[in-house]
């Protein structure tokens, strides 16, 4: 009978543990900021004593950091993975426009965290948004501008410069977010109830269809397929909720 390899056991329990750290800082950091967070409610949310804490990350700022790279590895990899799957260039641009929609609806805590950032940078604070920038923004930024490009000279898309495209892709996004006080004064409307969120997100996609493709009928089709099969997610009580980016 083979021995247990408890090298092994070990490193899985210790990988668990910084996993489980790391979460619930990435939690008190998006709800109580740097300065705010409480290294004694991580430790109690993460189930272990604050020395491990410090064991494990060394300091607090090391440990925000870590969340940070954690959240921005995460939404790094999700939102490249949609354009890089197999579709046509303007598919993949319309799911990227409903993807964002998506992340701003359910990564709550990532945003929290960029709106600190963006704080931070206005102060003149040395923050993380060069490392940020460098391992989400750059790469996904570089990706999107090939799809542009490729989809203008496969004759799918409008010729149109590629970061036009991306903010009407999901510049709209953000603007309907960050405007949501002000529609509900000037359009007598709830925009955070989840059927205002649906109805937006059915415009985006099918508004896109019909503004980036040369043959619009074929953009409409497409426009159909992404939402039939990307239904909007879970999203709880957004309105209880203010972290836009």
Do not use: C
Not at 37 to 62: D, M, P, Q
Request: aromatic residues 8%; hydrophobic residues 45%.
């Amino acid at each position: 009978m083979t021995p247990p390899n408890h090298t092994e056991t070990h490193a899985d329990r210790s990988a668990e543990t910084r996993g489980r750290i790391l979460e619930a800082a990435l939690s008190e950091f998006a709800a109580n900021g740097l300065a705010g967070a409480r290294t004694e409610t991580i430790a109690a949310a993460a189930g272990v004593n604050k020395a491990l804490l410090y064991y494990y990350f060394e300091s607090k700022e090391k440990l925000y950091v870590a969340a940070l790279e954690m959240i921005a590895e995460r939404i790094r990899d999700r939102s490249m993975a949609v354009l890089q799957r197999e579709a046509s260039r303007g598919e993949r641009v319309l799911r990227a426009a409903l993807d964002h929609f998506d992340r701003i609806l359910t990564q709550r805590e990532f945003h929290s965290l960029m709106q600190q950032e963006m704080i931070r940078l206005h102060k003149g604070e040395e923050g993380e948004l060069p490392m940020l920038a460098k391992r989400i923004f750059a790469p996904l930024h570089e990706r999107f501008r090939a799809l542009v490009q490729e989809g203008i000279e496969s004759g799918e898309l409008i010729d149109a410069d590629w970061l036009q495209v991306m903010m009407a892709t999901i510049g709209g996004n953000v603007f309907y977010f960050l405007s949501a006080p002000m529609w509900r004064i000037t359009e007598s409307f709830e925009p955070l109830a989840p059927e205002a969120l649906k109805a937006r997100r059915i415009a985006i996609a099918e508004f896109l269809g019909q503004a980036l493709f040369l043959d619009r009928k074929h953009g409409a089709e497409l426009a159909a397929k992404v939402l039939a099969d990307s239904p909007m997610p879970e999203m709880g009580d957004f309105k209880k909720t203010n972290s836009i980016v």
